[in-house]
């Protein structure tokens, strides 16, 4: 009862601020979406080549032909790639709707289709007229990771035809558990469109089994305006998926450098101890002032010349070059310290082990099925810890009403304000 009391008092404190206006929001440009039939036929005849590939020993001499198979591992139309990303550590559960369009000949139109992380399928809303004031519903369990982007293809997507001939949404008023929080202005554009926020979601996350007893929250999607069709009234919406902060981890076996000197699984470390971190050459004790955790479907695995070490993809190591490195170098630049330069890691190169004082080859990477809980620390002077013998990279300290409330107050709000 007490954390419900917090965030209502926290909402209407919010609302008071904005003088009954919501923040409107530009959104920023993403990923193109030039999805055609053609292509469709030349990238599943690629990937069946790749397929060829796949199933052989190439050798050395020909492994930049499986570069050039990067990418044809899914589907034509999967909005993710491969490797571990936000969805690793859960994310949404259900999605509801306040109307459906009937399902016509193979295609359906339900809710779930939004967030299904598939270009090839989209949301109608199915009532007479444009759909203003039609309306998704996501429902997160409260140990989803915190989102800190809303990325939306509008309309269907699928096919230009299908694009223009239907309408797309211009206004979406997105409320955080019923909490009118932004106005989403869209353009009219099949590419992907970006909104960035300060994180949503719960944010006290070192202790996971007081995490999953708080309240479950909502995002709810109301369509305000739209740009019409050239055919139908319809209005699509193809995807709205996230992306956010609380997914980059290791495995709960991880050791753990403590400032005297012993280890520590990463699971079994506390608020309030000392670990070491490291910095310029310097080694610093510091005490653990938060200890993060999510579930994971999926991890990387890293094997070394003499060690293994299981984590998220986003998670930078520090190579034997000075420079931080990992699977997925652009969401640890949203996720981390947005001046530290991120590289992608590849296999053969060289890591350093300061403890030890000597360097240590990636021999091999891998993406595996991973089933649990993960962790992560943030100490009080935020400098990277030793995970396993290599240097890890760590989050941010976050303001304390960040970690433990919803936001609000969206990052990128245009100037005029208002609705």
């Known amino acids: 009862m007490k954390e419900i009391l917090i965030f ?26 030039n999805l055609s039939a053609a292509d469709e036929k030349a990238y599943y005849k690629k990937q069946a080549d790749c397929q060829k590939l796949w199933n052989q020993d190439i050798g050395e001499v020909n492994l930049h032909l499986l570069e050039e198979c990067d990418g044809y591992e899914g589907s034509y139309y999967d909005v993710l790639g491969p490797g571990c990303n936000w969805y690793c550590g859960g994310g949404m559960d259900t999605a509801s709707a306040s109307s459906t369009l009937a399902p016509a000949k193979s295609h359906d139109y339900s809710p779930q289709n939004a967030h299904d992380l598939n270009y090839a399928t989209a949301w109608v809303e199915g009532v007479p007229g444009h759909g203003i004031g039609e309306f998704l519903v996501y429902h997160f369990p409260p140990q989803s990771p915190r989102i800190t982007d809303i990325i939306i293809v509008n309309g269907l997507a699928r096919t230009e035809s299908g694009w223009r001939n239907n309408n797309r949404v211009k206004k979406i008023k997105l409320y955080i558990n019923e909490v009118p929080s932004a106005i989403l202005c869209l353009a009219d554009t099949r590419d992907e469109q970006i909104f960035h926020f300060e994180p949503i979601g719960y944010g006290s996350r070192e202790h996971y089994d007081e995490l999953i007893k708080r309240p479950w929250w909502t995002l709810k999607f109301e369509i305000l305006e739209i740009y019409p ?24 076996e991880t050791p753990v450098l403590l400032a005297n000197g012993k280890t520590k699984n990463i699971a079994d470390i506390t608020i309030g101890e000392e670990v070491m971190t490291y910095k310029s050459g310097q080694w610093i004790p510091s005490l653990v002032v938060e200890v993060q955790s999510a579930f994971h479907s999926e991890m990387m695995e890293y094997t070394f010349s003499d060690r293994t070490l299981v984590l998220t993809a986003d998670h930078p190591l520090l190579g034997s070059d000075g420079a931080w490195k990992c699977w997925a170098p652009e969401k640890a630049k949203v996720q981390l310290d947005m ?19 000597k360097r240590i080859e990636l021999q091999k990477i891998n993406t ?12 009080a002077n935020g400098q990277p ?28 709000v245009s100037p005029q304000g208002g609705e």
């Open 385 to 412: 810890f030793i995970a396993n013998g290599l240097v890890a990279l760590q989050e941010q300290l976050q303001s304390h009403w960040e970690r433990d409330q919803f936001s609000l107050i969206p990052v990128a």
């Open 368 to 379: 595996i099925s991973f089933s649990g809980i993960s962790y992560s620390l943030v100490t």
């Open 229 to 252: 069709g050239e055919k139908y009234d319809d209005t699509a919406i193809t995807e709205i998926y996230f992306d956010g902060i609380d997914v980059h981890c290791f495995a709960r």
């Open 8 to 33: 209502t008092v926290f909402a209407i404190s919010s609302l008071e601020m904005f003088s009954q206006n919501i923040p409107v929001m530009t959104a920023l440009p993403g990923k193109a979406v």
């Open 339 to 357: 001046a530290t330069p991120i590289a992608p890691i590849f296999q053969g190169e060289y890591f350093f082990i300061p403890q030890e004082n």
